[in-house]
């Protein structure tokens, strides 16, 4: 009897032995489990934060977006006015030494080197179209933001643009998309010219001729707080009446770009290089 129940007693401890390795087992399957449940929980929010800083809180539209467009290639002479001569100093063109008038087809050049990343390119495209749809029309206008740690600030972009005009030619190039990758290059004289008198390589850069202007007049700072889905709206808005927190800013820098395209025109048309929001900005023409 000693001898069965030590051998009872044997097997039934082998038994509990083989029965707390099943649950120990299970219990780490069931944790195994449930660090694979949470690790997919993980991804799919991280999945989810990425698309939604991909897009700054406000999502990159479709080229179809394009409702705002016709509201920003027409802004009233009386908003332009209403937002008078810029007061940044960096809003002016500087002139350029041994400078000369470019001209293709008997009209005198404008040209603009960006990228589709950049905040300052970003806020210099709004017054640049508002400014030269003065003097021409815009096909191909595209919404854009800039990077997403770069403001994500919505704008227009230049790639598949064209503009014509009676009284200026304006060529422009995106020299890299939002996301830093390569779209656009420079043709040689191009980039002879922005070499040499742009050797730093900052963007936007705007030329001329006869002056330059490196870098954008407008504030980033109020753009900041225009880069929710309606952005382009907002922004457009304001500069329907050249007022609040960047219509304002945007308008004067048209005017002062307007003034500069003036001095190529010779003053043509006059009814936009007379009107009151260009003739403030004429007197911060460099001379």
């Not at 000693?2 to 083989?18: L, P, Q, Y």
């Not at 740690?149 to 190039?173: L, R």
């Not at 742009?198 to 700072?221: A, C, D, K, R, V």
Request: aromatic share 6%.
């Amino acid at each position: 009897m000693a001898k069965s129940s030590r051998a009872d007693v044997a097997a039934r401890a082998a038994e509990m032995r083989a029965t707390q390795a099943r649950k120990e087992r299970q219990q780490k399957q069931m944790i195994a489990a449930a660090v694979a449940v949470v690790v997919v929980i993980i991804a799919v929010a991280v999945g989810i934060v990425v698309a939604n800083n991909n897009s700054g809180g406000g999502g990159q539209p479709a080229a179809s977006d394009t409702a705002f467009v016709p509201k920003l290639t027409s802004v009233p002479a009386s908003a332009f006015d209403a937002a008078g001569a810029p007061t940044e100093a960096n809003a002016v063109p500087q002139k350029v030494q041994g400078g000369e008038v470019l001209k293709v087809d008997g009209k005198p050049r404008l040209i603009y080197v960006g990228a589709e990343f950049c905040p300052y390119c970003a806020s210099e495209r709004w017054a640049m179209v508002a400014a030269l749809s003065r003097f021409g029309t815009f096909e191909g206008l595209k919404p854009t933001r800039s990077a997403v740690n770069d403001g994500n600030i919505p704008t227009v972009t230049f790639t598949d643009m064209k503009y014509t005009s009676d009284y200026v030619k304006f060529d422009a190039w995106e020299t890299s998309d939002r996301e830093h990758k390569p779209l656009q290059t420079l043709p040689a004289d191009v980039e002879a010219l922005f070499k040499k008198y742009n050797p730093q390589g900052g963007i936007p850069w705007t030329f001329y001729g006869t002056h330059e202007m490196s870098g954008s007049g407008i504030p980033l700072e109020p753009l900041l707080a225009h880069t929710g889905d309606n952005g382009w709206n907002e922004i457009v808005g304001q500069m329907q009446t050249g007022t609040g927190d960047v219509g304002k800013s945007i308008n004067a820098n048209a005017n002062m770009i307007s003034a500069q395209v003036c001095e190529l025109t010779g003053g043509q048309p006059a009814n936009v290089c007379t009107s009151p929001g260009v003739t403030a900005a004429a007197a911060l023409v460099q001379k």
